[in-house]
C-alpha cells in the first residue's frame, strides 16, 4: 500500500464520519469499529504502512493518520452512547408496566405452607406484645447446649442428633442448631428485661421420614420479667392455640414433662377427634402434643448474668412445619421441601392475602 495523501485521508474521514453517523443500532456500530480500527480494520491497516514511508513523508501523514483514529475513538464512543441511551429509552416505553392493573388470574406463585403459618403465627404474638428475635443457623456448643444448662456428656445433648461441622483449630466443633432455644441465650445477654420475643427460624437434626426432615422449622418463645410465673405461660399459650386454629373453646392439658432449659417443664397437648376419617383439632377426648414450655430453669438466668431472685420467665418451642400439618391436613412433611409446584398450588396461599387478626387469618 502506498502511502496515502492528505486529500486521501481528509476524504476517507469524510466518509467514515458519514458511516459512523448512520449506524442504526450497537451492534452496527460495533461492526463499523472493527472494520476502521480493529486489528485489520481500514486506519489500523494504514497507521502500519508509516514505517515503509520516508521520514518526510512520515511526518506529514503520521501526524494526519493518527489525529483521525482519535477523532474516530471519539465518535464511535459518543455515538454509542446516543444509540445506547435511545435503546434505554425505547425500553422503558415499550416494556412499561402499570402495576395498578388487576393481576391475572392463571398466574402461579403461592404463598408456602410455612410462610403463611409464620406470618399467622407473628400476628397472633405480636397482638400480645412480642417482638421477633433472630440468631444464627450455625452455633457453638455453649449456646446450643451448654448456657442452656445441658451438663457435658448427658444423654440429654443426644436426643438431638446434632449435625456437627469438623474440629477447628482450638478444638471446638461448630453446628447446625437443633433447635431455637439458641436464640433464648443470645438475646438475653444482650437484651435487659423485660424480656417478650419469638424466634422463628431453621433448625436442623439428622432424623428423616414423613413427619421428620434433617431441615425444619420452630418457633420459640421467651418472657423474662419480674413477676412472671407458670399461670402467664398456660394463659399465653392456650390464647395462642385458640387464636391459630381459629377455634372458640379448646381441650387442651399440660403433661410434666423434662426439658434441661425450664424447671418444671411440660408439653401441652390439645384436644381432637376424627370425623369421617377427618381430623378436627380443638376438642375431643384424644390427645395430641403440639409444643414444649416450661418456667426458665433459674441456671441458664445464672448463665446469661441475670439474677434468679429478682427475675423468672416462661419458654416454649414448636415446630412450625408440625403446626402447619395439623392446621392444614397435610399428613406428609417432605414434600414441604421438594418445590414441587403441584403440591404449592394445592397447599399454597394467595399472595395477596395476608393473615390478620382482624380479617381472619387463613381463608
Ligand atoms: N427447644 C425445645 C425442643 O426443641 C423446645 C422447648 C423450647 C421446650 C422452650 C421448652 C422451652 O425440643
Known sequence: MSAPTEQEIETLEGDLTRQIERAADEAGLEDLRVKMLGKKGQVSLMLKTLGKMSPEERQIVGPALNGLKTRLVDLIAARQKNLSDAALDAALETERVDVTLP?????????HPVSQVMAEMTQIFADMGFSIAEGP??????????ALNFPEGHPARDMHDTFFFPEDETGSRKLLRTH??????????????PIRIIVPGRTFRCDSDQTHTPMFHQVEGLVIDKETHMGHLKGCLVEFVKAFFEVDSLDYRFRPHFFPFTEPSAEMDIGYEVVNGEQRLGTGAKYMEILGCGMVHPNVLKNVGLDPDVYQGFAFGMGIDRLAMLKYGINDLRPFFD?????????????LDMPTLAGGLSR
Do not use: C
Open 103 to 111: 393481576t391475572y388470574p392463571e398466574q402461579n406463585g403461592s404463598i
Open 339 to 351: 418445590a414441587d409446584v403441584r403440591w404449592l398450588d394445592h397447599y399454597g396461599f394467595r399472595p
Open 137 to 146: 443457623d450455625i452455633e457453638d456448643d455453649f449456646h446450643n447446649f451448654t
Open 180 to 193: 431455637t432455644s439458641p436464640v433464648q441465650i443470645r438475646h438475653m445477654m444482650a437484651n435487659k428485661p
